[in-house]
């Protein structure tokens, strides 16, 4: 399944840029998120930085078809490559679990402000219920990078 989702900033690629390459932001996110746990990691590389979030979140509310798969929590490991302002590669893997999430994030100007785009591949390997899990990591992602996108426009704001 292919997840495509676009966001807007009021500031400039290059402030988004910082914002996401900042660990106090990253951080800021994942309480947001209410993980259970996180060990972010943000390294500068050059022009660019490499972003990895080693999480474990809730897995409540999820539907039971699902549940039985991933249990109470799930860990997930987040990894963005970041070889200047213009993008980076993204991964996402689940240890012990059948999910693949690969793909890229762009930003690129938009008027005064800022134009983010997220592709993703989603793939899970699981006979007759890839197609359901895959549209509940779909919708779930989507959550968690509206989250992103609300404490990014505070962030922005200088609401840190």
Not at 35 to 64: W, Y
Not at 71 to 78: E, L, N, P, S, V
Not at 123 to 131: E, R, V, Y
Request: proline content about 4%.
């Amino acid at each position: 399944m292919r997840l495509h989702h676009e966001i807007t900033y009021e500031a400039t690629p290059d402030e988004v840029f910082e914002m996401l390459g900042d660990k106090a932001f990253r951080v800021k996110v994942s309480e947001a998120l209410d993980v259970v746990s996180h060990d972010i990691d943000v390294t500068r590389t050059g022009e660019g930085f490499t972003f990895v979030n080693d999480h474990v979140q809730k897995t409540a509310g999820l539907p039971s078809f699902a549940a039985k798969f991933t249990g109470d929590t799930t860990r997930a490991i987040q990894r963005e490559v970041w070889e200047d302002s213009s993008g980076a590669t993204v991964t996402i893997d689940s240890p012990g679990k059948p999910a693949q999430i690969a793909g890229t994030i762009s930003l690129a100007p938009n008027g005064s402000g800022t134009l983010e785009t997220i592709e993703l591949d989603l793939k899970i390997k699981i006979p007759l219920l890839a197609g359901k899990l895959e549209q509940l990591l779909h919708d779930t992602i989507v959550e968690s990078i509206d989250v992103e996108h609300a404490v990014g426009q505070a962030w922005l704001r200088g609401e840190r």
